[in-house]
């Protein structure tokens, strides 16, 4: 028996593909860096996994891959990996994802690492995300927002584009290794020490009690964009509307950072911001739980925004020196 087909117009088929494309967004990961990195991607609890949850990525290469609506998650960057001959199983020294594949398969990273954090169509359809440094830092990392709509958010380009690593307090160093003296990343202080007061939990598990130590302090005053600590939302969150979005690893470290908006920008400009060479603009970024918070923090506390230049990553160096290595 002959299976009945209902006849749909062509036009309203391309309408439909086209409302159903612009209700995806496309990530953008570029490799800046003089290594080969491994992305992973993990979606939030109850959001679908990405079409890949880990690769490689050479020098100068870049991957794009497509969200749902709706979709939150975090990507970083996994450093410094090989395989092992007899098992084949691949570990990398900071970001490892623990699954011994290329694919992280629903695995987050080991602490310390860079992070960007992103949830799409939130409070308001907004998109909000950020740069976190929570769990540490292993590289710079810079989210550049790509043709934002209507004005809505303040869709600037955020991250923590210094090397955290050169000035990292000997207490917080993660090693190298390879029998070289290199710093491979810089744990944050709950990481290193475990204790309440550095981890927000306990009796320091709200917005209240769990102030900022002289360790998120100075993450913060070398990246002011990025978050230093669980409750750093105020000036730590970001938010625009029917963006794309281009995360570079190792940006050019040398880029000032400015407030750019989409809205404003010249073909040039964004272009530019996609691979890192473009003005930076200086604010921060959340961990996952705090994404979610941040989303229901007030407009006035999300659009706080801050401004440093090549000055400020010098004076920040100095006092990374000034508090630790004295």
Not at 270 to 284: H, R
Request: aromatic share 10%.
């Amino acid at each position: 028996m002959a299976r009945f087909w209902p006849s749909i117009p062509l036009p309203w088929l391309l309408i439909s593909a086209m409302f159903l494309a612009a209700d995806a967004t496309t990530f953008t990961l570029v490799n800046k860096c003089e290594y080969t990195v491994w992305p992973g991607v993990l979606a939030n609890a109850d959001e679908p996994p990405l079409s890949t949850t880990g690769f490689p990525l050479q020098k100068g290469e870049s991957r794009s891959l497509a969200a749902p609506a709706g979709w939150g998650g975090r990507f970083w960057a996994r450093t410094r990996c090989a395989q092992d001959p007899a098992a084949g199983e691949l570990s990398c020294l900071t970001g490892d994802c623990g699954s011994g594949q290329l694919e992280c398969g629903g695995r987050g990273a080991a602490p310390p690492t860079t992070l960007a954090e992103f949830k799409l169509d939130g409070d308001g359809g907004l998109d909000f995300f950020d740069v976190s440094l929570v769990d540490g830092f292993n590289l710079p990392m810079l989210v550049a927002p790509q043709g934002g709509k209507g004005g809505r958010g303040n869709c600037t380009s955020v991250g923590c584009t210094g090397d955290l690593n050169a000035a990292c307090p000997s207490e917080l160093r993660v090693a190298a290794g390879g029998g070289g003296s290199g710093v491979a990343a810089c744990k944050s202080a709950c990481d290193a020490f475990r204790r309440p007061q550095y981890c927000c939990s306990g009796a320091y598990g709200s917005p209240q009690a769990c102030k900022p130590t002289p360790y998120s302090e100075a993450f913060k005053s070398a990246c002011p964009q990025a978050y230093s600590y669980a409750y750093d939302d105020a000036t730590s969150t970001f938010t625009c509307a029917g963006a794309d979005y281009v995360i570079t690893f190792c940006p050019s470290p040398n880029a000032s950072q400015k407030s750019t908006s989409s809205q404003a920008q010249t073909p040039e400009a964004s272009a530019a911001a996609a691979t890192g060479d473009a003005p930076l603009i200086n604010n921060t970024m959340v961990y996952e739980g705090a994404v979610a918070e941040a989303s229901r923090a007030s407009p006035s506390a999300r659009a706080h925004l801050s401004s440093v230049g090549l000055v400020g990553v010098a004076a920040s160096m100095w006092r990374w020196q000034q508090l630790f290595l004295a």
